[in-house]
Nanobody, 125 residues
Framework: QVQLVESGGGLVQAGGSLRLSCAASGLTFSGYTMGWFRQAPGKEREFAAAITRGGATTRYADSVKGRFTISRDNAKNTVYLQMNSLKFEDTAVYYC??????????????????WGQGTQVTVSS
C-alpha cells in the first residue's frame, strides 16, 4: 500500500531552520506531483508548497514564499521542504501529500490522493 512518511520536524527558535523529508513507497513516485500542507491547532489544513513530477515547476503559499523551498529526489522517492527564517506562525503539523494528476491547481487539499501522518514543527518566539 502507499505510504508517505514525514520526518525532520521539531522545536526551533524563531529565525531558525528545519528541513522536512517525506519518503514515499508503494507508488510510482515520479508520476506524482507532491505537496506540503500544514495545519495549526484550531485551523484548517492549508497549502504550503508543491512540486511537479519532474521538479520543473514549484508553487508556494504567499506566507512561505522566499523562506521555504520544496525539492524532490525521484531516485530516492523523497520530497523535501527546506524551511528558513521560521516564524512563530509557522508552528503546525506538516503533511506531505501525493496529488492525483487530473486536477489543475496544486494548492487544494481535495486534489491530493495520498497523505502522510504528519510531523510537528514548533517555532518558539
Amino acid at each position: 500500500q502507499v505510504q508517505l512518511v514525514e520526518s525532520g520536524g521539531g522545536l526551533v527558535q524563531a529565525g531558525g531552520s528545519l528541513r522536512l523529508s517525506c519518503a514515499a513507497s508503494g507508488l510510482t513516485f515520479s508520476g506524482y506531483t507532491m505537496g506540503w500542507f500544514r495545519q495549526a491547532p484550531g485551523k484548517e489544513r492549508e497549502f504550503a508548497a508543491a512540486i511537479t513530477r519532474g521538479g520543473a515547476t514549484t508553487r508556494y503559499a504567499d506566507s512561505v514564499k522566499g523562506r521555504f523551498t520544496i525539492s524532490r529526489d525521484n531516485a530516492k522517492n523523497t520530497v523535501y521542504l527546506q524551511m528558513n527564517s521560521l516564524k512563530f506562525e509557522d508552528t503546525a503539523v506538516y503533511y506531505c501529500a501525493a496529488k492525483a494528476d487530473n486536477t489543475p491547481y496544486m494548492t487544494y487539499v481535495w486534489e491530493y490522493r495520498y497523505w502522510g501522518q504528519g510531523t510537528q514543527v514548533t517555532v518558539s518566539s
